[in-house]
């Protein structure tokens, strides 16, 4: 079964960090670009970040740019999305997703652009409150 499993949201403060995982099963994630996603109660979903693997590439949207990093674990199957600084208008659910052979580019992280992909995580809850 092929899916995309998110985990390690949850309740932080203001400045903390947390680690978002995505884990793959059913597919390896050599080949796949893996964008990380982000929706806030009544809020469009915004694009925040898209690794590629074909080129290495990977762009982070301006709100989170500086405190975000994406890393890969390939032994893992795993992408982590590690969030420092973290503020109270970082709360949302956190979505993986991938697509195979795929390059990332600005648009995957300019606001109002909506970018759709092969597979889809279920999403994590952030938290950011003191």
């Known amino acids: 079964q092929v899916q995309l499993v998110e985990s390690g949201g949850g309740l932080v403060q203001p400045g903390g960090s947390l680690r978002l995982s995505c884990a793959a099963s059913?597919?390896?994630?050599?080949?796949?670009?893996i964008a990380w996603f982000r929706q806030a109660p009544g809020k469009e979903r915004e694009g925040i970040s898209c690794?590629?693997?074909?080129?290495?590439?990977?762009v982070f949207a301006d709100s989170v740019k500086g405190r975000f990093t994406i890393s890969r674990d390939n032994a893992k199957n795993t992408v982590y999305l590690q969030m420092n600084s973290l503020k109270p208008e970082d709360t949302a659910v956190y979505y993986c997703?991938?697509?195979?052979?795929?390059?990332?580019?600005?648009?995957?992280?300019?606001?109002?652009?909506?970018?759709?992909?092969?597979?889809w995580g279920q999403g994590t809850q952030v938290t950011v409150s003191s």
């Open positions: 059913g597919f390896t994630l050599d080949y796949y670009a």
């Open positions: 997703a991938a697509e195979e052979y795929y390059y990332c580019s600005g648009a995957d992280v300019t606001p109002g652009v909506l970018v759709e992909h092969d597979y």
């Open positions: 690794t590629s693997a074909s080129d290495g590439r990977t």
